[in-house]
């Protein structure tokens, strides 16, 4: 028991405390504001649909890598039971699926409606994403079903036979060679989403790049020219490149803290990775509700309003 109160876990646990604390509450938020404005008009725009059903998988999220961090740390062998371990291994896999996709739709729904291309189907796609949107998330989960029920059939079959037939010697052996099957499935699984996701960034990142070279050619030449709008695409680069650095260093932050790969075995790194997958869920949700005008003006007033009282209670 003493392992369990080092200074380095009790400093882990503190930080996925706080990663947690701030995840419910970003993500809590962007979820419960939506459903308000839902509830007043019984209408929400494309772009909060994404949004609210991102937030709400990476709500999800957060709980379940928090929880499976907490129990690793405070009972090791609490995942030695195959069927727990595998019941885990199940919903982690659907709800990162869930989230990844999501993720990948908002880049996609991003590119579409800033980038601007002359490709046909761009401009189809262009004039069409809010109808097509309904059915972009549907198709997301669609495919984070069958990916799940892939990964349940296959791995439940692999491993099944290691737990039925071995004892308890040998059962933190089974434990790693069933996170490493899921480590693979995992990998194959998101190399669509992640394909799809890298492409619109950099189709949509190139683009921004371009109209934003284009606005300072014109300052150059006609100083008193003044683009109201080159700020906001300012803006919007800056957030496209922290959603994709963010993307990345989550995918391969879950990837390694779940493979068992020797480089990254030792304790310590697989704290590291773990949580550098944890803040994901919080800080982009972050960023989200900062550069969106309602969310940031409600969030404003909530600060506002909570200050206020704390203000009158302690005076």
């Known amino acids: 028991m003493k392992s369990h109160l080092a200074p380095s876990v009790i400093y882990y646990l503190i930080v996925l405390a706080i990663e947690l604390s701030a995840g419910v509450v970003a993500n809590g938020f962007i979820v419960g504001l939506n459903c ?6 019984r209408t929400l725009t494309s772009y909060d649909i994404i949004i609210t059903s991102l937030a709400f998988s990476r709500f999800c999220l957060q709980f379940l890598v928090t929880i499976d961090n907490f129990f690793s740390m405070l009972f090791p062998n609490f995942f030695d039971i195959f069927e727990r371990l595998h019941s885990y291994l199940v919903t982690w896999m659907f709800i990162n699926q869930v989230s990844l996709c999501f993720a990948t739709c908002l880049s996609v729904f ?9 490709q046909s189907l761009f401009r189809w796609l262009k004039l069409r994403i809010s109808k097509l949107t309904p059915w972009l998330l549907l198709g997301s989960l669609l495919y984070c079903l069958v990916t799940t029920v892939c990964f349940t059939f296959f791995s439940y079959s692999y491993s099944v036979s290691f737990y039925n037939f071995t004892d308890n010697s040998t059962m933190s052996y089974n434990r790693k060679k069933a996170m490493e099957f899921t480590f693979l499935v995992h990998s194959i699984g998101s190399i669509l989403p992640l ?3 890298i ?3 950099v189709l949509l990142f190139l683009s921004l790049w371009k109209h934003i070279r284009k606005m300072n050619f ?19 680069l800056k957030s496209v490149l922290s959603f994709f650095i963010l ?3 989550y995918y391969a932050a879950s990837t390694f803290s779940i493979g068992y790969i ?3 075995s030792e304790k310590w790194k697989a704290m590291f990775w773990t949580v550098l997958a944890a803040a994901y869920p919080s800080v982009h949700s ?7 005008a309602k969310l940031k003006l409600s969030s404003s007033k909530i600060l506002y309003c909570t200050n206020s009282c704390f203000r009158q209670v302690t005076s």
């Open 36 to 41: 308000i404005d839902w509830a007043k008009s």
């Open 110 to 118: 991003y590119c579409l409606k800033i980038a601007t291309l002359n």
């Open 195 to 197: 394909i799809i996701f």
């Open 199 to 201: 492409a619109s960034s």
């Open 218 to 236: 014109n300052l150059d030449f006609i100083p008193s020219f003044r683009n109201p709008s080159m700020e906001s695409h300012v803006r919007a």
């Open 247 to 249: 993307y990345n260093i």
């Open 262 to 264: 020797p480089c990254f």
């Open 286 to 292: 972050i960023i989200l509700i900062l550069g969106n």
